[in-house]
Protein backbone atom coordinates (compact mmCIF):
# COMPACT_ATOMS: atom_id res chain seq x y z
CA UNK A 1 0.00 0.00 0.00
CA UNK A 2 2.86 2.39 0.70
CA UNK A 3 5.21 1.53 -1.99
CA UNK A 4 1.60 2.13 -4.61
CA UNK A 5 1.10 5.24 -3.44
CA UNK A 6 4.80 6.64 -3.36
CA UNK A 7 5.01 5.44 -6.91
CA UNK A 8 1.71 6.87 -7.43
CA UNK A 9 2.86 10.45 -6.80
CA UNK A 10 5.97 10.47 -8.30
CA UNK A 11 7.97 9.02 -5.63
CA UNK A 12 11.21 6.83 -5.43
CA UNK A 13 11.68 4.48 -2.86
CA UNK A 14 14.65 5.19 -1.51
CA UNK A 15 15.40 2.22 1.31
CA UNK A 16 13.79 0.10 3.17
CA UNK A 17 14.50 1.47 6.96
CA UNK A 18 13.48 -2.02 9.66
CA UNK A 19 9.97 -1.46 9.79
CA UNK A 20 9.80 1.85 7.76
CA UNK A 21 11.01 3.00 5.25
CA UNK A 22 12.14 6.45 3.22
CA UNK A 23 11.26 7.71 -0.21
CA UNK A 24 12.18 10.78 -2.59
CA UNK A 25 10.38 13.25 -4.23
CA UNK A 26 11.96 15.45 -7.14
CA UNK A 27 14.91 13.51 -7.60
CA UNK A 28 15.86 11.52 -10.04
CA UNK A 29 13.48 13.02 -12.11
CA UNK A 30 12.96 16.70 -11.03
CA UNK A 31 8.89 17.73 -10.22
CA UNK A 32 8.47 21.12 -9.27
CA UNK A 33 5.13 20.21 -7.22
CA UNK A 34 7.32 17.46 -5.09
CA UNK A 35 6.11 18.61 -1.81
CA UNK A 36 2.79 18.26 -2.79
CA UNK A 37 3.44 14.73 -4.28
CA UNK A 38 4.92 13.93 -1.40
CA UNK A 39 1.94 14.91 1.11
CA UNK A 40 -0.24 13.65 -1.49
CA UNK A 41 0.86 9.91 -1.32
CA UNK A 42 1.67 10.58 2.85
CA UNK A 43 -2.73 11.56 3.04
CA UNK A 44 -3.37 8.12 0.44
CA UNK A 45 -1.64 6.09 2.67
CA UNK A 46 -3.36 7.58 5.97
CA UNK A 47 -6.82 7.09 4.39
CA UNK A 48 -5.83 3.12 3.30
CA UNK A 49 -4.73 3.08 6.68
CA UNK A 50 -7.73 4.16 8.19
CA UNK A 51 -10.29 1.50 6.39
CA UNK A 52 -7.70 -1.37 6.58
CA UNK A 53 -7.80 -0.39 10.54
CA UNK A 54 -11.84 -0.27 10.46
CA UNK A 55 -11.72 -4.13 9.42
CA UNK A 56 -9.35 -4.86 11.45
CA UNK A 57 -11.50 -3.38 14.50
CA UNK A 58 -14.26 -4.82 13.06
CA UNK A 59 -12.62 -8.09 13.67
CA UNK A 60 -11.31 -7.46 16.90
CA UNK A 61 -7.99 -7.32 15.50
CA UNK A 62 -5.37 -5.07 16.27
CA UNK A 63 -5.03 -1.72 14.47
CA UNK A 64 -1.46 -0.35 13.07
CA UNK A 65 -0.15 2.86 13.28
CA UNK A 66 2.27 4.72 10.98
CA UNK A 67 3.84 8.30 11.53
CA UNK A 68 5.29 9.67 8.76
CA UNK A 69 7.15 12.97 8.77
CA UNK A 70 7.91 15.28 5.71
CA UNK A 71 11.01 17.13 5.12
CA UNK A 72 12.01 19.49 2.19
CA UNK A 73 14.83 21.43 1.16
CA UNK A 74 18.65 21.23 -0.42
CA UNK A 75 19.74 17.83 -0.94
CA UNK A 76 22.59 15.74 -2.43
CA UNK A 77 20.82 13.21 -4.16
CA UNK A 78 22.24 10.55 -6.53
CA UNK A 79 24.70 7.39 -6.41
CA UNK A 80 26.90 8.24 -3.13
CA UNK A 81 30.42 6.20 -2.55
CA UNK A 82 33.35 4.51 -3.82
CA UNK A 83 33.44 2.44 -7.28
CA UNK A 84 33.43 -0.37 -4.86
CA UNK A 85 29.97 0.12 -3.73
CA UNK A 86 27.71 2.72 -4.60
CA UNK A 87 24.03 3.35 -2.87
CA UNK A 88 21.75 5.76 -4.43
CA UNK A 89 21.28 8.18 -1.16
CA UNK A 90 19.79 11.19 -0.23
CA UNK A 91 21.90 13.59 2.22
CA UNK A 92 21.55 17.25 3.48
CA UNK A 93 24.72 19.21 1.83
CA UNK A 94 27.38 21.14 2.77
CA UNK A 95 27.98 23.23 -0.33
CA UNK A 96 30.24 21.32 -2.34
CA UNK A 97 31.55 23.02 -5.45
CA UNK A 98 31.85 20.08 -7.63
CA UNK A 99 28.38 18.70 -6.42
CA UNK A 100 25.42 21.06 -6.80
CA UNK A 101 22.57 20.54 -4.52
CA UNK A 102 19.13 20.24 -5.71
CA UNK A 103 15.83 20.77 -4.20
CA UNK A 104 14.00 17.57 -3.58
CA UNK A 105 11.44 16.29 -0.45
CA UNK A 106 11.45 12.77 1.02
CA UNK A 107 9.81 11.51 4.05
CA UNK A 108 10.16 8.70 6.19
CA UNK A 109 7.03 6.55 7.37
CA UNK A 110 7.65 4.04 10.17
CA UNK A 111 5.58 1.90 13.23
CA UNK A 112 4.25 4.32 15.41
CA UNK A 113 4.91 2.79 19.33
Known amino acids: MMVTA ?13 DGL ?3 FGAPKPDINQEENAVRAALEIQSELDEMNLSKTLNKLPEVHVGIGINSGVAIVGNIGSPQRLEYDLRRPLPLPRCPPRRAAWWFCGNAH
Not at 6 to 18: E, S
Open 22 to 24: MAI
Open 6 to 18: IFKHGGTLDKFLG
